[in-house]
Structures are given as structure tokens and as C-alpha cells.
């Protein structure tokens, strides 16, 4: 199995940018496939991105899409999420999962690996 780790949340204004990482360890990390989602307050965990095992195959939220990118690096065993153009409905806890199955897919319950999450906070 694989254990992550999130980094990289903050505090940002309206209009800013963050960059999130997820550091992997455990086995092979370019054997997964990668997801982002996020958990607003009082509201259900939520598809972000998604990215195959070689970076060659992307998805996006339609609310993030043109403004986050996923993105990953498996010699260092890491992915990310780069976040510009932030608005205050991002604001969420931040989550990486990860899945050994081939394909991408958006679907929360096909992650059995998952970070504690990072915190993002966009002020208006």
C-alpha cells in the first residue's frame, strides 16, 4: 500500500495562488493513479483532478477547470496541485488519494489511499 501526505495548504486571498503537494511513500508510486479532493464546511467530499500513473491523462472538476492544474513527479514520488486565480469558495480541507487501478476516474469510492488533508482558506 501507499501513504500519503498533503502539504502546501494556507491562507490566500481572492485572486492568489497555492501550490499543493502530496508526498508518497510505501510502494511504487507510479503504480497509482492520483486524485485531489477537497471537503468545503458542511458540505460532502468532492472530485478536484485526477491523473494517471504517467501524468499523460488528466481530469478536472468543471469548478476548477482552467484554473488548477494536477500535475506529478514520480522520481520524487510526489504530485501537485497548483491553484491559481483562488475564490473563496475553494476554501476547503485538500486531500490526495490515491488508486492502483489503470484508468482515472473521479469516483471517491474507487481511493482506498488517502492523506489527512491540508487546509485551504481564500479570503474575499
Known amino acids: 500500500q501507499v501513504q500519503l501526505v498533503e502539504s502546501g495548504g494556507g491562507l490566500v486571498q481572492a485572486g492568489g495562488s497555492l501550490r499543493l503537494s502530496c508526498a508518497a511513500s510505501?510502494?511504487?508510486?507510479?503504480?497509482?493513479?492520483m486524485g485531489w479532493f477537497r471537503q468545503g464546511p458542511e458540505k460532502e467530499r468532492e472530485f478536484v483532478a485526477t491523473?494517471?500513473?504517467?501524468?499523460?491523462?488528466?481530469m478536472y472538476a468543471d469548478s476548477v477547470k482552467g484554473r488548477f492544474t494536477i500535475s506529478r513527479d514520480n522520481a520524487k514520488n510526489t504530485g501537485y496541485l497548483q491553484m491559481n486565480s483562488l475564490k473563496p469558495e475553494d476554501t476547503a480541507v485538500y486531500y490526495c488519494?490515491?488508486?492502483?487501478?489503470?484508468?482515472?476516474?473521479?469516483?471517491?469510492?474507487?481511493?482506498?489511499?488517502w492523506g489527512q488533508g491540508t487546509q485551504v482558506t481564500v479570503s474575499s
Open positions: 488519494a490515491a488508486q492502483i487501478r489503470g484508468s482515472i476516474s473521479r469516483n471517491i469510492n474507487e481511493y482506498p489511499y
Open positions: 491523473i494517471n500513473w504517467s501524468g499523460g491523462i488528466k
Open positions: 510505501g510502494r511504487t508510486f507510479s503504480s497509482y493513479t
